[in-house]
């Protein structure tokens, strides 16, 4: 592959080579059982590690590769060797990345936001979780209980995957105070109650990360999703980051993906939350150097008004993807 597309240093190897811990019996048999009894949603999860995996030189995770497992590695790579070789505008992945980038820096300056004087702990919950390895890799994370919320399924492989990777001794140290799994669906009406039977505790500061999850949802569902979290911030700061689809989004493949928001800023708001910032890749907070060429496809959609469908120019679907943070906040209290 070559190392110099449009004047940047192209970070990609020649070869795939992928580690040794794939290729024990037990992780191949495990990687397998994804393939063939998974749906879509939870294969999903795999995708985006890989995603995580492949950009290491900006991403920093040193799980993903173990948890994305063979075939969705080899299949992005091949994607991203296909877009180098065709000069493309954007290299594969690189959604993924920025995104990643985006949770990872907004987490950190949620947890400085909040005043936890005398020690008081935080909590970070995971909605939709799936391979995320948050928990191991940011030390911002060193005083967090941490909850990740996923299908049973997903979070039992994940743990499997996991500890057989450590008895191949390839230790891995928790960077999180504490890591609760908790299984749930998040179409059901009791998933907020087992988190907290889990220990979750919504007096205590909380940052809700809704990374990659909302638009698998029906509309009814991502909406009771954003509803839970909206009316129960009353008794502590509450950071909630989420990333949502537009319309034209989800209609690239309207099978899979269901819950859209063309104006997630102010759904936001009209459900309770304040100071709600929406940000576009390619926006300053969502860049991280990653979008080289002036004509990549974000920068062509972030000049165009949120409310066309269609490019004016070529009349391509705008299809965005949104980040948004927002907070809720005790109400202030008055003295009598
Ligand atoms: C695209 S992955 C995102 C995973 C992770 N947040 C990340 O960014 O790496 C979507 C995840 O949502 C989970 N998911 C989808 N529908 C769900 C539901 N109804 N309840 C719980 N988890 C769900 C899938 O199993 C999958 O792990």
Redesign the pocket.
């Known amino acids: 592959m070559s190392k110099q597309e449009n004047g940047v240093v192209q970070p990609w190897p020649d070869q795939l080579i992928l580690p040794d811990s794939l290729y024990t019996e037990n992780i191949r048999q495990l990687h397998l059982s994804i393939e063939h009894e998974w749906d879509t949603?939870?294969r999903?999860?795999c995708?985006?590690?890989a995603g995580?995996a492949l950009w290491r030189h900006v991403i920093n995770d040193p799980l993903a590769e173990l948890l994305a497992g063979e075939t969705y590695l080899k299949s992005l790579y091949e994607k991203i060797k296909r877009d180098c070789v065709n000069n493309a505008r954007e290299v594969s992945g690189v959604m993924i990345a920025v995104?990643?980038l985006w949770f990872d820096q907004q987490l950190e300056e949620a947890l400085s936001s909040f005043d936890c004087g005398g020690g008081a702990t935080t909590q970070v919950v995971?909605?939709?979780?799936?391979?995320?390895t948050r928990a191991y890799r940011l030390s911002c994370l060193k005083e967090c209980d941490i909850f990740e919320?996923?299908?049973p399924d997903?979070l039992q492989m994940k743990t499997t995957v996991l500890k057989e990777a450590t008895n191949e001794q390839k230790q891995q140290m928790m960077t999180a105070k504490s890591l609760k799994r908790v299984a749930?669906?998040?179409?059901e009406k009791n998933?907020l109650e087992k988190l907290q039977a889990s220990g979750l505790d919504l007096k205590k500061n909380t940052v809700w990360?809704l990374?990659?999850?909302l638009y698998?949802?029906s509309h009814c569902?991502a909406m009771e999703v954003l509803n839970v979290i909206a009316n129960n911030t009353a008794s502590a700061h509450t950071v909630l980051l989420a990333d949502f689809m537009n319309k034209q989004s989800t209609k690239m493949c309207s099978s899979i993906f269901h819950f859209y928001s063309d104006w997630p800023d102010q759904l936001l708001q009209s459900l309770g939350f304040s100071q709600v910032k929406l940000s576009q890749i390619g926006d300053p907070d969502a860049h991280f150097g990653l979008l080289h060429d002036p004509l990549n496809l974000f920068d062509k959609l972030r000049s165009v008004p949120r409310s066309l469908e269609t490019h004016p120019e070529d009349g391509t679907p705008c299809c965005r993807l949104y980040l948004l943070q927002a907070s809720g906040a005790p109400p202030i209290q008055t003295i009598p």
């Open positions: 949603s939870r999903s999860a995708q985006i590690a995580r995104r990643t995971f909605l939709g979780a799936g391979m995320d919320v996923d299908f997903v749930a669906d998040l179409r998933w990360v990374e990659g999850i698998y949802l569902h």
